[in-house]
């Protein structure tokens, strides 16, 4: 047993935790009365939902997609005027790479000839319904106006020679194979009279080629790579005419005995300006 040195001090009480800070002070006076309830919360989307939300992407993805190809159709379009999509000027090769773009400034332009000799006898003049006189001679066949002719006698192995100023590149050659005229009375003189069915076309170069036409009005043309100054049209096969009738319901016979060009047309290769004559 120790002495007893004296009292023992009593033990060192705790000292007590330092009280909590005030709460901080809004920046804002708060409202008197009770805090307002807060918002229902929402909760997950239905199926339904989802489905109008995916159906409202593919619409725009559609959209997007034609207002693209509306722009791109629209970029293509060539200078005619005619659309031309990008996958169709490709089809043949790349539109700017592999593409054929042919020779500039070579666009076909009518060329007029400046003689037309027959080796038949023109036709005898003769009167329309209205009294008035037509001749039939070969450079009708070359002043543009269709509801005139050249006309010789026969259904077959008439010859015209057809030349022009110089020597140039011609791109077709063109007939309008009988009379193609309506006469005033109403009277139809392309159906009267007989009409072209096959021809020959010579060049001065010594080659020629054969076009067959139909018996029908109005210019038909064959596309021809030809250096010429002179062109012969041979008639090669007609068909006969019709008998017709006037507007007042009287018949005419048919002209089987003669054959009838209204016109005959050219084009060629334009190296300058319209004229391809000139160089």
């Known amino acids: 047993m120790t002495p007893d040195d004296g009292p023992r001090p009593a033990a060192e009480a705790t000292p007590p935790p330092p009280p909590p800070p005030p709460p901080a ?10 805090a ?23 619409a725009a993805v559609v959209l997007l997609a034609g207002g693209g190809f509306l722009l791109n159709s629209t970029l293509a379009r060539d200078t005619n005027g005619e659309a031309t999509a990008a996958t169709e ?10 593409g054929d773009f042919g020779d500039f400034g070579t666009d076909p332009a009518a060329i007029t000839p ?21 001749s039939y001679e070969a450079p009708n066949a070359t002043d543009g106006d269709v509801t005139t002719a050249w006309r010789c006698a026969g259904t077959k192995g008439q010859v015209l020679s057809v030349s022009f100023a110089c020597k140039l590149d011609l791109t077709s050659v063109g007939i309008d194979p009988g009379y ?11 159906a009267q009279n007989r009409k072209v069915t096959k021809v020959t076309w010579a060049f001065d170069d010594g080659t020629s080629v054969v076009q067959e ?21 041979t008639i090669n096969e007609t068909v006969d005419g019709q008998p017709v009738k006037n507007a007042a319901g009287q018949e005419s016979a048919p002209f089987n005995d003669v054959t ?12 300058a300006g319209a004229d391809p004559c000139v160089k």
């Not at 080796?119 to 008035?132: E, F, I, K, L, Q």
């Open 260 to 271: 009838s060009v209204s016109e005959v047309r050219f084009t060629g290769r334009a190296d």
């Open 213 to 233: 036409v139909r018996p029908e009005r109005g210019i038909q043309a064959l596309d021809v790579d030809k250096a010429a100054k002179t062109v012969t049209l």
């Open 114 to 134: 400046t003689g037309a000799v027959p080796t038949c006898a023109a036709y005898p003049p003769a009167v329309d319904s209205t009294g008035r006189k037509n």
């Open 36 to 58: 307002p309830a807060p918002a229902p919360g929402r909760g997950p989307l239905s199926w339904k939902g989802w489905l109008g939300i995916i159906a409202a992407v593919t």
């Open 89 to 98: 000027e490709s089809a043949d090769g790349d539109a700017f790479g592999g």
């Open 180 to 190: 193609d005229k309506k006469d005033v009375d109403g009277s139809d003189r392309f």
């Open 25 to 34: 002070q809004p920046f804002f006076d708060a409202p008197n009365g009770p």
